[in-house]
């Protein structure tokens, strides 16, 4: 049976461009696998969307049902940002960069994770160890994946395993400016001209159980706050659209990319758990937090420690 290599929901640049690599190296080794993704092609989201057709690639298959099926897990490994019935399916391998989530298994896997920037940069490891050639154009995408997660290395969750990916990749690949490559994909991505505020919000979007509450958490990573300043009431409309649909709370950072900080817009069952997971201020149900760059490693770790998780 095919491997189906398939990143989170909303999928972002790690989550569509390590499917392809780890397909990739899971053909080299002589394992049939194909990359997919959990949108068509016409959802992706404008970087990732940059990123396949400045490298020449393919986007990944669509799946949207995993039953039945081999699922190798790339960029998450929570049930709840895969396809619908993982539970009916086979994972035979994770690789990941996140904390680890509720997938569970029968048989041994392949599990690795670590705590750097990036998917992209583990698959570096792997095709290392494996002594797997990385295909020229796939060096490219994880390329852009690592300085997409890091945000140009800007980004807390960034280590030097991720900056020394980057300097080894570029060569493979074939770029140069990697500062001009990375300008290229936020004027992609924060770009927000035409598109519906709903879309804006589930552009980079996750949901994560608080203790039995559905917490939402939307990014959108901007040149500056400025970009959105039309859009506050539409995106605050989107925002209570997708609360009403049974979630206790839902969150939008808006990140200044320069200026390293995030504009964290609130809509909340209790506005002052949030006050105090993040030592804010809400006012016009938005508060300013300096330094605040990433999800992962800022967001949902303080909103796990307010919940009590
Ligand atoms: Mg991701
Ligand atoms: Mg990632
Ligand atoms: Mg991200």
């Known amino acids: 049976m095919t491997v189906c290599v398939v ?17 990739t190296l ?43 099926k081999q699922l190798a897990l790339v960029d998450f490994s929570d049930i709840a940002q895969g396809p619908a019935h993982l539970a009916d ?19 041994p896997i392949l599990f690795r994770a670590e705590p750097v920037g990036c998917t992209g940069t583990v698959l570096n490891k792997m095709y290392k160890d494996s002594s797997v050639a990385i295909p020229k154009e796939v060096a490219g995408a994880m390329l852009c994946a690592i300085l997409s997660d890091t945000v140009n290395f800007k980004s807390p969750t960034c280590t ?33 001209a035409g598109v519906p505020a709903k879309d804006l919000l589930f552009r980079d979007y996750k949901d994560f159980d608080m203790k039995g509450n559905k917490v939402g958490v939307g990014q959108l990573e ?17 925002m209570k659209e997708v609360k009403a ?11 200044d990319v320069v200026k390293e900080g995030t504009d964290l817009v609130v809509l909340s069952d209790d506005p002052a758990l949030i006050e ?4 804010g201020k809400l006012e016009n149900a938005s508060m300013w937090i300096d330094g605040m760059m990433s999800r992962k490693k800022q967001t949902v ?9």
């Open 7 to 23: 990143g989170h929901s909303n999928p972002d640049t790690d989550s569509v461009t390590s499917a392809i690599a780890y397909a």
């Open 26 to 68: 899971l053909n080299a080794q002589g394992t049939e696998a194909k990359a997919c993704m959990q949108s068509d092609a016409e959802g992706l989201n404008p970087e990732s969307k940059l990123v396949l057709d400045r490298f020449g690639l393919t986007a990944p298959e669509e799946i949207t049902d995993a039953a039945g």
């Open 89 to 107: 399916a086979e994972v035979v391998a994770i690789v990941d960069h996140h904390k680890i989530g509720d997938v569970t298994t029968n048989n």
């Open 160 to 192: 030097p395993d991720d900056k020394a990916a980057v300097a080894e990749l570029k060569g493979v690949a074939g770029v140069e400016d990697t500062d001009g490559l990375f300008m290229d994909m936020l004027k992609a991505k924060s770009a927000v």
């Open 222 to 238: 901007l040149a500056t706050i400025d970009q959105v300043s039309d859009l506050r009431d539409a995106l605050m409309q989107a």
């Open 245 to 255: 649909d049974g979630r206790h709370t839902v969150l939008l950072m808006l990140t």
């Open 276 to 279: 105090k997971a993040f030592n």
């Open 301 to 309: 770790p303080n909103l796990q420690e307010a919940f009590g998780c």
